[in-house]
């Protein structure tokens, strides 16, 4: 039998997005099978548009930021379209694959992307908003297989 790792992604954003997708490509890579379960806000990495998944410069004082930048000025408007700019700027400049294509990687490496069914109604998401490809379940249906691996993380 050969390893197995679960993932909880929790959090939407644009460098929270990035941590699930890379982890589990990488284990699957490796000969792992893999289960992310998004929830809450992680859901909206499942949705077909991830144009609006952004990136907030306030509290998030590890950003490395060309200028630094008072507290005062992260809350200005526009500060995380900006923020957010600048992030996907440097991912494209470094080579770093989009969130979209990290997702698609994970789907052609059958890495098994599941989306909370209680998350889903909670937040009266239409199922036709999501990418093809993925399940919806529950927590125990995930916590079936998450029970059995090797590596667990919840990011």
Do not use: H, W
Request: charged share 20%; with cysteine; aromatic share 10%.
């Amino acid at each position: 039998m050969g390893k197995k790792m679960a993932i909880i992604a929790s959090k939407g954003t644009l460098d929270m997005g990035y941590p699930p997708f890379i982890l589990a490509t990488t284990a699957a890579a490796l000969g792992y099978e893999v289960q992310v379960f998004f929830t809450f806000y992680g859901l909206q990495l499942l949705r077909k548009d991830l144009s609006d998944v952004m990136i907030s410069p306030l509290a998030n004082p590890a950003m490395p930021m060309p200028v630094p930048m008072p507290v005062l000025v992260q809350v200005l408007p526009g500060m995380e379209t900006m923020a957010t700019m600048m992030m996907k700027q440097k991912l494209k400049k470094k080579g770093v694959a989009s969130l979209e294509e990290l997702r698609d990687v994970c789907i052609e490496s059958d890495v098994k992307l599941i989306a909370c069914q209680m998350t889903v109604d909670l937040f009266e998401f239409d199922k036709s908003d999501f990418i093809d490809g993925i399940e919806f379940g529950g927590a125990a249906m995930f916590m079936g297989f998450a029970g059995d691996t090797d590596v667990c993380l919840f990011i």
